[in-house]
């Protein structure tokens, strides 16, 4: 997961990916996904898991789920 860190609007974004530094690289490019262009981002949780059908399961309940997304927000 990741959040803005410049502008006046606070962004949260979860993704997954397999090479986390170059994803943070592209977003911060503009190159990203098309939501998060224009805005800097810093990573603010990430997760391992073993097999990407499991990684992927995680992204989709944390994008639908804005309570667990607004914890993890508030820890950093």
Not at 37 to 43: A, F, L, S, V
């Amino acid at each position: 997961m990741m959040r803005t860190i410049s502008g006046t609007t606070k962004k949260t974004y979860v993704g997954y990916t397999n090479n986390i530094k170059n994803r943070l690289i592209k977003h911060n490019s503009g190159k990203g996904a098309k939501s998060t262009r224009g805005y800097k981002w810093e990573i603010i949780y990430r997760k391992k898991f073993l097999s990407k059908s499991a990684a992927m399961s995680f992204e989709y309940l944390l994008k639908k789920n804005r309570k667990k997304r607004l914890i993890i927000l508030k820890q950093y």
